[in-house]
């Protein structure tokens, strides 16, 4: 078993010549019971005290050690058994005892002891470890304003304005691919793409090239909507210019300023006949963005239909800043 030595936890009256008073007790006890609990006189805890420990004449304890395994509540006394003043005092912690709870990585023990107060209103917890389960949710988190816009940076360089991870790579023009297939049936009305989307994390001039390869699964005439959509206020400025491939024959997008909130590009095929990777429209555009927002590729059958188009693997998007 592993011992402590007791120190008293409260500070108790004195007499008039600075001592403690004559005859105190220190009575021990199972924590929360009137139980009375063994205490030691020596740090192999094999002599245990008698119960109460009587002070000498001039109030002075003789060493006390606490087993480590146990909770002890402690009442200190005058001699004619009354209580001082703060005591009892129930759950004695030793100093070992402590900082294996600090150190523990039990769910409430560790950093959930240590308290905190945000005066920066940043996060809600109240003590350490919900507040670094907070941050973790915030940094591993794809909305605009967290995840990579929470990392700062500093570019000494001076190759970007960036001054997170998000807007450096926005500004450096990282690509986004796709990954998975998407297949369309009945769905009329277009629908973001997640792996073909870009948070704007600042406002400014944004240039943006999109690649996307469609085809249909018969001969049947099933039609595509192809958007590019922003979440925020597009500026004036923005244009766009559009060209490819469909149903084997060139196809040009005359060149159109960018307008409206959500539905800042649209491109629609009314009937794909093409059943294999053939078929690509290939998009490029600058982007005014007075606000905030997502620019993503959205797609969606021309009309209601069974009959299957898809967007292609491999198709691409790049969004970078220019200022």
């Not at 403690?20 to 009575?27: D, E, I």
């Not at 700062?152 to 190759?159: F, L, M, V």
């Not at 500026?235 to 196809?251: E, I, L, M």
């Amino acid at each position: 078993m592993a011992a402590t030595l007791f120190k008293l936890p409260k500070v108790i009256a004195f007499d008039a010549n600075a001592a403690l008073m004559s005859g105190a007790k220190a009575n021990f006890y199972i924590t929360g019971t009137t139980t009375r609990q063994d205490t030691y006189s020596d740090k192999a805890l094999t002599t245990p005290h008698d119960n109460p420990v009587v002070a000498d004449g001039n109030g002075v304890f003789a060493p006390i050690y606490l087993d480590d395994t146990l909770n002890y509540k402690v009442d200190v006394t005058d001699s004619l058994d009354s209580s001082l003043s703060g005591y009892p005092v129930n759950d004695l912690a030793s100093s070992d005892e402590i900082l294996t709870n600090f150190a523990s990585t039990a769910n409430a023990l560790g950093a959930s002891l240590i308290g905190i107060e945000d005066t920066a209103t940043n996060f809600l917890a109240t003590d350490v470890e919900a507040a670094l389960a907070e941050i973790y949710t915030d940094l591993a988190s794809t909305d605009n304003t967290l995840g990579a816009s929470l990392v700062g940076i500093e570019d000494a360089g001076g190759n970007f304005t960036a001054t997170t991870v998000e807007a450096a790579l926005v500004q450096l023009g990282v690509p986004k691919v796709k990954d998975a297939l998407t297949t369309h049936t009945v769905d009329i009305i277009p629908t973001n793409d997640s792996e073909l989307t870009y948070a704007i994390p600042e406002t400014g001039k944004y240039a943006f090239e999109l690649f996307v390869t469609f085809w249909g699964t018969d001969t049947t005439t099933q039609g595509i909507n192809l958007n590019v959509n922003y979440s925020g206020t597009v500026g004036t400025g923005s244009r766009w210019h559009a060209w490819g491939r469909v149903n084997g024959a060139s196809s040009i997008a005359t060149d159109s300023p960018v307008s409206g909130v959500t539905t800042a590009i649209g491109f629609t095929a009314s009937d794909i006949t093409v059943t294999a990777y053939s078929d690509h429209l290939s998009i490029q555009g600058v982007l005014v963005a007075d606000t905030t927002g997502t620019i993503a590729f959205a797609s969606s059958q021309q009309a209601s239909e069974a009959n299957l188009t898809n967007i292609g693997i491999g198709s691409y998007m790049i969004v970078r800043k220019l200022n």
